[in-house]
């Protein structure tokens, strides 16, 4: 442990919660939002491949619930710059015991928390706040063929979204329901990207 982060667990196995230490003066403040040597270890000792910044405008507006398949899988570190945001993650590794199983966090520029996606778990956020911001540090770049999709909506997930679901985007909203087939994602199957 760190003087940086203090790091909680969640139910859901390898999932994070990173509390950054904030330091503020009348000047303004420091934070550390990622620190090799204290995350990486938690990331299994993968490196940062791309950073991701988003802005929504509309509370209620959700994005997600995106993940990638092996051998793209990545973990994520989420962190709202600005706003507020309820962040998702859903467990969707085939092997695991908490399959479809999704936890919740509120994410803002106040709470100086951000939270550690492991690799095999979809995740989405709800905006709180209007033009609500977040940073997304992602171990592998993006690859369009390799992405898929929970619809926020499904049933067989259930989450519980603080407020009525607002604008999607198109792609979003055209994410099936899961059936009763869907098995999740082998992470057995990946190789070192």
């Not at 509120?106 to 778990?121: A, C, D, K, V, Y």
């Not at 540090?137 to 926020?152: I, Q, R, T, V």
């Not at 067989?156 to 994410?175: F, K, M, N, T």
Request: hydrophobic share 40%; net charge negative.
């Amino acid at each position: 442990m760190s003087d940086r982060f203090v790091i909680e667990e969640t139910p859901l196995d390898g999932l994070k919660v990173i509390q950054r230490n904030y330091v503020g003066d009348t000047r303004g403040f420091f934070e550390r939002l990622f620190c090799s040597s204290d995350l990486e270890p938690l990331m299994k000792h993968r490196r940062i491949a791309q950073i991701n910044q988003s802005l929504t405008h509309d509370v209620g507006a959700v994005r997600g619930m995106h993940f990638q398949h092996p051998p793209y899988a990545e973990t994520k570190i989420v962190t709202c710059t600005k706003g507020e945001l309820f962040d998702v993650a859903v467990d969707v590794r085939s092997s695991s015991p908490t399959f479809l199983q999704w936890f919740g966090i509120r994410l803002s520029e106040e709470n100086h928390t951000s939270l550690l996606i492991p690799e095999g778990f979809a995740h989405g956020f709800q905006v709180l706040r209007p033009d609500s911001q977040i940073l997304y540090f992602h171990s592998a770049p993006y690859h369009k063929d390799a992405e898929g999709g929970l619809n926020a909506l499904d049933p067989r997930v259930a989450i519980a979204w603080p407020l009525a679901v607002g604008s999607r985007s198109e792609r979003d909203a055209r994410h099936p329901m899961l059936g009763d087939s869907f098995s999740g994602i082998s992470l057995s199957a990946e190789v070192s990207v």
